[in-house]
């Protein structure tokens, strides 16, 4: 372990065989297992609370009186992730005893009092509103957004470039680049705002657009989806195809 008294407050506790960059500032009153590595850029507020075995890349920022990891945990952290004030990731066991790895990806944003339980897997540029849930086992692709006061229930996946309502329960998979919102929630249309701002060519939008009213419009038709996959040349298509006829829609 390496320290400066300049960034680290004398109220912590820190466990023999944590790693701990240099330049790393950590507030008062925090706990740091002895299987936790935070590199550098990394500050933690105070109150912070991290256990097993813990990986924190570059420039992530922790708010006080959060808590991630347990015991028997295994999490990584993706660098430039923020995580806002009394969340808690993998901070108990699954319901089966189990402690299954969770991997939080690059540019993250966690908002305040989110929940992140074990096996949860979450791709580059997502954000998690106040006061969202993510059971076992939930997958998030990229630049997925979760509205607050949001539950997505186990075993489930949510697509890429997916925006999820406020106050919604998910207890599906949710197709690439759509909306959705309700309890139980379900697909609204396509997220075009989101689409615009992440594709250049507006042909791909209404491809994207056409094969979203075959699929999905008169209901799910993951034979057809399945034929699109494996013959439209288009990847955003595909991606969006292959997703609806493999999901549990």
Do not use: W
Not at 78 to 86: A, D, L, P, Q, V
Not at 239 to 244: A, G, P
């Amino acid at each position: 372990m390496s320290k400066t008294t300049t960034n680290i407050h004398k109220t912590i506790i820190i466990e023999d065989g944590a790693e701990i960059a240099p330049d790393v500032i950590i507030g008062p009153f925090c706990t740091i297992g002895k299987n936790v590595r935070l590199k550098s850029g990394c500050r933690l507020e105070s109150n912070v609370i991290l256990k097993g075995k813990l990986r924190v890349d570059e420039n992530v920022k922790i708010f006080s009186f959060t808590t991630i990891g347990n015991e028997n945990s295994e999490i990584e952290i993706g660098e430039k992730t923020h995580i806002r004030e009394f969340s808690q990731i993998g901070a108990q066991e699954a319901g089966d005893g189990s402690n299954k790895k969770i991997i939080i990806g690059n540019n993250n944003f966690l908002m305040g009092y989110v929940q992140i339980l074990s096996g949860v897997e979450i791709g580059n540029f997502c954000i998690l509103t106040n006061a969202v849930k993510l059971y076992e086992n939930v997958k998030c692709a990229q630049r997925v957004i979760v509205g607050g006061l949001s539950i997505v229930q186990a075993n489930n996946t949510i697509g890429t470039g997916v925006m999820i309502g406020g106050a919604s329960v998910v207890t599906h998979d949710i197709p690439p680049f759509t909306l959705v919102e309700g309890n139980n929630a379900t697909v609204k249309g396509l997220n075009v705002i989101g689409l615009r701002r992440r594709l250049e060519n507006k042909d791909d939008i209404e491809e994207i657009k056409a094969i979203y009213k075959k699929v999905l419009g008169d209901g799910v038709d993951k034979e057809l989806a399945r034929k699109i996959a494996d013959t439209h040349e288009n990847e955003y298509v595909k991606e969006f195809t292959s997703f609806v006829a493999n999901s549990n829609i």
